[in-house]
């Protein structure tokens, strides 16, 4: 999966919002330059200098976060003028375990997130079983992105209920913490409970709405793969350039050069290409053509 895409209403505004998500590969890691360097291309390529039009939303885990080497450099990159993205969202899930490695062996700071102190970037540590206050830790975080175009960190502290893969039983190698774990009620149902009991809801209104979210996810899942995700048009157009101005910022000039388009959204909107010799190009184009022919 390249990349997979969703548009979404946004209540508040009553405003449509495309949410894209990237495959995660092997070295989990290794996604976040990759979700980084898209969301630079398309902010160049939109004209998107304040970050207003795009943003990125990565998620982590709380073993990887501290422990991979690519979350501190990728945090080192986020101020810097080529490679900013005008600030992202980090959301940890913070289940307290890596694999089988407790906290305490796997880094030399109390939090995870400690390494987002290199950027002196925000941290809300939550308690993952209060919803409330997760959402609220949330629209917090992304005000002041908003407002700072500046990384900001949720911290969602919580637990892992299961082992780290179906072969994985966590009892043997935390004990103690999975015999609490087991009596402890699933967020879902401790905060469905709270809020009947609030009066808030009713026991059939909570049907209803789990009803309907699952068919809603269950629709998605049978319809995500027919949607596309590479697109060729071999369109020639001018191509944008980045030049230094005396101010020591990059800015967007055109230059005109023989250019073929690889990559672009559905509905024809212009998101990436290369522009290589026109021999190399035609190349290209031809074996990108034949590759989408063989998957549709």
Not at 40 to 52: I, T
Not at 156 to 166: A, D, I, Q, S, T
Not at 256 to 283: F, I, M, R, W
């Amino acid at each position: 999966m390249v990349n997979k895409y969703a548009w979404r209403i946004l209540m508040l505004f009553d405003e449509n919002i495309r949410q894209a998500a990237r495959s995660i590969l092997p070295i989990g890691g290794a996604s976040e330059n990759n979700v980084e360097g898209k969301t630079c291309a398309e902010q160049f390529y939109l004209g998107d200098k304040d970050g207003k039009r795009v943003m990125s939303i990565l998620l982590h885990g709380d073993a990887a976060f501290s422990g991979q080497g690519v979350v501190y450099e990728t945090f080192n990159l986020s101020s810097l003028v080529n490679y900013t993205t005008k600030g992202t969202i980090h959301i940890v899930v913070d289940n307290q375990i890596g694999f089988t490695t407790d906290p305490r062996f796997a880094r030399s700071t109390l939090y995870s997130t400690d390494v987002a102190k290199v950027v002196e970037a925000p941290i809300f540590h939550v308690n993952a079983d209060n919803p409330e206050a997760v959402i609220h830790a949330c629209k917090v975080a992304s005000k002041w992105r908003s407002t700072f175009s500046q990384d900001v960190v949720v911290d969602l502290v919580g637990y892992r209920r299961n082992g780290h893969n179906e072969i994985d039983n966590p009892k043997f190698t935390q004990p103690i913490m999975y015999q609490r774990i087991e009596k402890h009620l699933p967020v879902l149902k401790k905060y469905t409970t709270e809020l009947i009991n609030r009066n808030y809801i009713n026991d059939k209104t909570r049907r209803s709405r789990f009803s309907v979210r699952k068919e809603l996810a269950n629709e998605a899942h049978e319809t995500i793969n027919d949607i596309s995700a590479i697109y060729f048009d071999g369109r020639k157009d001018q191509t944008r350039v980045l030049v230094e101005r005396e101010d020591g910022h990059l800015h967007q000039d055109t230059a005109n050069e023989e250019h073929y388009t690889v990559l672009s959204e559905p509905g024809n909107q212009y998101v990436a290409h290369v522009t290589p010799s026109s021999g190399k190009a035609k190349d290209i184009a031809r074996e990108l053509t034949d590759l989408c022919r063989e998957r549709n």
